[in-house]
C-alpha cells in the first residue's frame, strides 16, 4: 500500500512528527518482542553507605536491548508501555528475573541487604498487586525480606488513602518500600506520615546543585532531619562526585547512589564490582 504512494512515502519519513511516531511503533514492536522472548535486561546499581562507601544494597533497572540498535533507556520505554499496558507484563519480568539474580547471590554470600524494584503506576494498582508480588517470589525461592519496591511519590498521591491500603498490605508481607523521587512531587506532609515506607530517595535534582545555592542544600538537610524524625532512611540520588558526597554526609544523609560510586551494571560487572573493596573502586 504504502509503496503506490511512491514520493509521498519519503515526505512521510522527513515530517519529524511522523519520524516520532515510526521510532514509537518500533520501540513498541521491540519491546513486545523482548518481551515474548524474555529478553528484557535488568542492569543493578549499587546503594552505599556515606559514611565508607561500602556496599549496603542495589537497585533494579530495567533495560530494553535491541540487537543491532543498542540500549533503549527506560525514559523512552516506560511512558509507552504504561499506555500500552505492556508495563504489567514488564514489571513482572523485571521482578522475576531480579529475584531469580538476588536469590543466587544470597545463596552465595555475595550480596547483603535488600534488592529493590521500581513499581509504576499501572502496577501499583493492580487489585491483586501483592499476590501477584508474593507468587513471583515464592516461584524464585526469595523471601519477601530481601525485596523492597520503589515507588513515586506522583503515583501514591493520586489516591493516597487506597494507596496506604496497599502500602500496609506489602510491609505485611515483609517487603520494605521506598518513596522515589521525593521533592519532584507534591506529597502533603501529613499523608508523609502515614504512608507506611522505610526508605527516602532524595531526587538528584536536589543532590545536583547541593554546593551551590544555600536554598537546596537547607532543603537537602530539612528532608533529611525530618525523615529521621519519622524514623525513615535517607538515600540520595544522583552522586557524581566526592564534594556532593561529603556534603550529603555532613548534613547527615546515610545512604547514596550515583556514578561516583557506580553506574547500573549487568549482573556479571555487578559481582564483579562488589567483591572489591570499597577504598580501591
Ligand atoms: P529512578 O528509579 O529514580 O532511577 C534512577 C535513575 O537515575 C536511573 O535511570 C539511573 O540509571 C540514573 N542514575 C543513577 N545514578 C546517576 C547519576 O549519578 N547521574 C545520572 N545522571 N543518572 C543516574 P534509568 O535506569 O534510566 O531509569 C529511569 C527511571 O525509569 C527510573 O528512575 C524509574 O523511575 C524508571 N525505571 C527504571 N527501571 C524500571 C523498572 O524496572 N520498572 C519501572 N516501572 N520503572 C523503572
Ligand atoms: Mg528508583
Ligand atoms: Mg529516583
Ligand atoms: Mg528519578
Known amino acids: 500500500h504504502a509503496k503506490n504512494r511512491g514520493g509521498h512515502n519519503y515526505q512521510f519519513f522527513n515530517d519529524s512528527m511522523n519520524k516520532n511516531a515510526v521510532r514509537r ?3 513498541e514492536n521491540q519491546l513486545r518482542l523482548a518481551l515474548r522472548n524474555k529478553h528484557i535486561q535488568v542492569m543493578y546499581q549499587p546503594k552505599v553507605s556515606l559514611r565508607n562507601y561500602e556496599f ?3 537497585e533494579a533497572l530495567v533495560r530494553l536491548n535491541i540487537p543491532g540498535t543498542g540500549v533503549i533507556n527506560p525514559s523512552e520505554f516506560i511512558p509507552l508501555a504504561e499506555e500500552t499496558g505492556l508495563i504489567i ?10 529475584c531469580r539474580d538476588m536469590r543466587q547471590w544470597v545463596e552465595q554470600g555475595t550480596v547483603q541487604g535488600r534488592v529493590a524494584v521500581n513499581l509504576s503506576a499501572k502496577q501499583f494498582v493492580q487489585p491483586d498487586l501483592t499476590k501477584r508480588i508474593m507468587a513471583i517470589l515464592n516461584e524464585e525461592k526469595l523471601a519477601p525480606e530481601y525485596l523492597e519496591l520503589e515507588i513515586t511519590e506522583g503515583v501514591v498521591m493520586e489516591d493516597p488513602e487506597r494507596a496506604i491500603e496497599i502500602m500496609t498490605e506489602l510491609n505485611q508481607c515483609g517487603i520494605h518500600l521506598a518513596l522515589d523521587d521525593f521533592g519532584t512531587g507534591y506529597s502533603s506532609l501529613a499523608y508523609l506520615k502515614r504512608f507506611p515506607i522505610q526508605t527516602l530517595k532524595i531526587d538528584k535534582a536536589f543532590v545536583d546543585d547541593i554546593n551551590g545555592a544555600d536554598r537546596d542544600r537547607n532543603m537537602v538537610a530539612s528532608i533529611v532531619a525530618m525523615a529521621h524524625n519519622m524514623g525513615l532512611d535517607v538515600v540520595a540520588e544522583g552522586v557524581v562526585n566526592t564534594a556532593q558526597a561529603s556534603t550529603l554526609s555532613r548534613l547527615s ?13 549487568s549482573s556479571e560487572a555487578f559481582v564483579q564490582h562488589i567483591s572489591v573493596p570499597a577504598s580501591i573502586h
Request: aromatic content about 10%; some cysteine.
Open 25 to 27: 511503533l518500533q520501540v
Open 56 to 58: 549496603v544494597g542495589l
Open 89 to 98: 507484563e514488564m514489571g513482572e519480568q523485571v521482578l522475576r528475573q531480579t
Open 253 to 265: 544523609c546515610e545512604f547514596a547512589q550515583g556514578y561516583l560510586f557506580a553506574e547500573p551494571l
